[in-house]
């Protein structure tokens, strides 16, 4: 394991990086650009009634 040496609340990198959200009544995803501003996000129910695959393919 490696220590990061970003300040508290900042991104460790200059790369865009996606935020998930895995919950019980929607899957919610986030992405940050390298200044960590939100760039886009998108939110949709998750299958749970339908199964593990179907959840699955919701995320992909």
């Not at 935020?19 to 960590?36: N, P, R, V, Y």
């Amino acid at each position: 394991m490696t220590a990061s040496t970003a300040a508290p609340g900042t991104l460790p990198t200059r790369r865009p990086v996606v935020g998930l959200d895995l919950g019980g009544t929607k899957i919610a995803a986030a992405l940050f650009g390298a200044d960590g501003a939100v760039a886009a996000r998108h939110s949709r129910p998750t299958p749970a009634r339908e199964g593990a695959a179907a959840v699955l393919d919701a995320l992909a």
